[in-house]
């Protein structure tokens, strides 16, 4: 206890013996003993409600054994049903948790993994893919600050997220149970298919494709890619157990308009254990032309790279940098991006009135904001020749296309001169601007569409920082790219609005998470969040119908369609109280990544465990695991003291307390009648 609180409890020790004294004693002419017990009833029904008011509080010590962790992380993918180790799976980890060696030197916990990494001490080995780099950022997470060891029981073949191998940080030792038969077979594999995703009609597209071989006799192969029953090429190969991979590239003829399915297909009269991998089906969407964009600007900025790298990631655009002096044909392209305007743009803006072209309009330190005034009416600028960092503020409820918010409320900020912007009615802003922290009101990223002509406007430089921020964040430009697609993709199109707009890929593997997701508007053209969006898709083969529900998330509708086989399919949206509907088609092709691997990657777990320091073991070596980890005196019981403050008497005991004093005070003057 405090000095304060030692002084209160001596004051209300004082202050309830001395109101007691005067109340029973002083003033009584008969001081009895009866006087004498009265009184002190009411100094402790005093002191009782004194202590209850100070509440005073002592230190106590608590000692805690803190036992170290051992996380147990069991592969929960089919990759193990494949290789028939499920049954050894199981006996591995009920040996290892039921150990009382174990279980009394360490704390164990029990996960598995396959796309998702959860708590878990049952295992279905029903998992479409295997993200053994999940399991090192979620172990890390849950067990911060400290130091634990992982036992990894997993055949070590990996087909989804970063590369495990430099995932575990080397201060918690990994030890992998390698699992599955390590004898080498025979084996024909295609590992990788790069191809265009468009191809463009009567024009020929790039295929590559990566074979790999195991085995301990030279082979003759067969390698083929047809498309439907038609064979459009064919190779032959020879592997050696020396040279035992080839890199097959060919062109292949665009000679139809839509998605058309190419099989590539490697073969030999070697009969094989897992002819799965043998093939793999690709999808390229043919189509007339590409579309091109122009880049107007009259200085060098790392602004313009980023934009043509962002808007080219997609295949179907070409970027074209031009020069606003000299002169341009409008008619080539389709988008007009002008980056900070000033008057020499004048003539560009003077044709593209004639010509209608839609444009997003980039502003920035050296936009001259009075002639940008002067050619369009959407944004109103009153601009000072100071600088200010503007930060974004997304807006979730944004009508014109659906895009997903990848963080860029912590994106830096852009640049650009401080001022008033005012906004046209019919102007929709994607993003409003924030000053150290604060909103502005002020439109950041906006967009205007009168029916005729759409204008874009980011108001903002340095927004190759945001492309930057978005690889560091997801280690891929992909999520940024694919933002400055779908502005792109609005901006190329004079479409009227739509109340229901469906986004799809013409293309999934079987493997994959199939998601689509949809938007549906009101009369006013605003996101209905009430909506009632229905899918049903339909295999046009086989005419086996499905029925899922959208749910809503933040800007959109989405569903998940699991469990679909390979082949062509229909699907149909639909609003249910409007009626409104969409149609269209997607292709599932067959891939199924798990079965792609003949043996464990005994050799990638074991590199694994000595960069943690620690030692790969096989099933038959559990008993040296155990022993191994028992051993270890890097993983000791920790004593931890820890103190808390807790109550001298409690409020209940204090609540009797008073009930009581009181009460027997009231029945004792209630007998001798001094009420």
Request: proline share 3%.
């Amino acid at each position: 206890m405090t000095l304060n609180t030692v002084l209160l409890v001596i004051l209300s020790l004082l202050v309830a013996g001395g109101l007691s004294f005067f109340q029973y004693y002083y003033k009584a002419k008969n001081k009895s003993k009866l006087h004498l017990f009265l009184a002190f009833l009411r100094f402790l029904s005093l002191l009782f409600i004194f202590l209850l008011l100070i509440n005073p509080k002592i230190t106590s010590s608590i000692v805690i054994n803190e036992k170290p962790v051992l996380a147990i992380a069991v592969d929960n993918s089919s990759s193990i049903k494949d290789l028939k180790a499920t049954t050894q799976v199981n006996e591995l980890y009920q040996k290892l948790v039921s150990n009382k060696d174990l279980t009394e030197k360490f704390t164990i916990q029990s996960y598995q993994f396959d796309s998702n990494f959860k708590a878990s001490e049952k295992f279905s080995f029903a998992g479409k893919q295997s993200n053994i780099g999940n399991v090192a950022k979620n172990l890390e997470n849950s067990n911060r600050n400290s130091k634990f060891a992982t036992v990894l029981i997993t055949d070590g073949n990996q087909t989804t997220g970063t590369d495990y191998e430099f995932a575990f940080q080397p201060t918690n030792k990994v030890f992998p149970v390698i699992v599955g038969d390590t004898t080498k077979v025979f084996d024909l594999k295609i590992n990788q298919i790069n191809a265009n995703k468009y191809a463009y009609l009567k024009n020929k597209f790039p295929v590559e494709v990566f074979i790999s071989y195991s085995g301990t006799e030279n082979v003759n192969a067969s390698f083929s890619i047809s498309s439907g029953k038609e064979q459009v090429f064919k190779q032959s190969l020879l592997l050696t157990p020396s040279n035992n991979t080839a890199i097959v590239t060919t062109n292949l003829p665009a000679t139809k308009l839509g998605t058309v399915i190419y099989t590539a297909r490697v073969s030999s009269s070697n009969k094989e254990v897992n002819t799965d991998n043998n093939s793999q089906s690709f999808a390229v969407d043919v189509i007339d032309q590409k579309s091109v964009v122009a880049l107007i600007s009259t200085m060098n900025h790392p602004d313009l790279g980023a934009i043509k790298h962002a808007i080219e990631s997609n295949e179907q655009r070409e970027v074209v940098v031009l020069d606003p002096k000299n002169k341009i044909d409008l008619s080539k392209y389709q988008v007009l991006v002008y980056y900070q305007p000033n008057a020499s743009f004048k003539e560009v803006f003077n044709l593209n009135k004639k010509a209608g072209v839609n444009s997003f309009i980039i502003t920035g330190t050296a936009t001259d904001y009075k002639f940008l005034d002067e050619q369009q009416k959407d944004l109103a600028f009153k601009m000072s020749s100071q600088l200010e960092d503007y930060q974004a503020s997304f807006n979730k409820e944004f009508p014109y296309f659906s895009t997903e918010d990848i963080g860029f409320e912590n994106f830096p900020p852009l640049e650009n001169n401080y001022g008033k912007v005012t906004v046209a009615p019919y102007v929709s802003v994607l993003m409003s601007s924030k000053v150290r922290g604060m909103q502005t009101n002020a439109p950041l990223l906006a967009f205007a569409d009168n029916n005729k002509q759409r204008t874009g406007y980011l108001l903002g430089e340095n927004s190759w920082k945001w492309r930057m921020q978005s690889h560091v964040n997801s280690d891929s430009y992909t999520q940024y790219d694919l933002f400055i697609d779908k502005i792109i993709q609005f901006m190329s199109s004079n479409n009227r609005k739509k109340s229901l707009v469906v986004n799809f890929e013409n293309s999934y593997n079987s493997s994959d998470a199939i998601t689509i997701s949809a938007q549906y508007f009101d009369k006013n053209y605003e996101f209905d969040e009430n909506a009632i969006l229905t899918i049903t898709v339909i295999n046009l083969s086989t005419k086996k119908t499905r029925n899922y529900e959208f749910l809503k998330s933040a800007s959109d509708y989405k569903v998940s369609l699991d469990g679909l086989e390979a082949g062509t399919y229909q699907f149909t949206v639909r609003e249910t109280k409007s009626k409104v509907s969409f149609t269209n088609q997607f292709e599932v092709l067959h891939f199924d990544i798990e079965k792609q691997a003949v043996n464990p990657d005994a050799e990638k777990l074991q590199r694994l465990a000595i960069a943690t320091h620690a030692a790969a073991f096989y099933p038959d070596q559990l008993e040296q695991l155990v022993q191994t980890l028992l051993k270890d005196e890097s993983y000791k019981t920790v004593q931890k003291e820890q103190f808390k403050k807790v109550p001298l008497i409690d409020w209940y005991w204090l609540l009797v307390g008073i009930g009581l004093a009181l009460s027997l005070e009231w029945f004792c003057r209630k007998y001798n009648g001094l009420l």
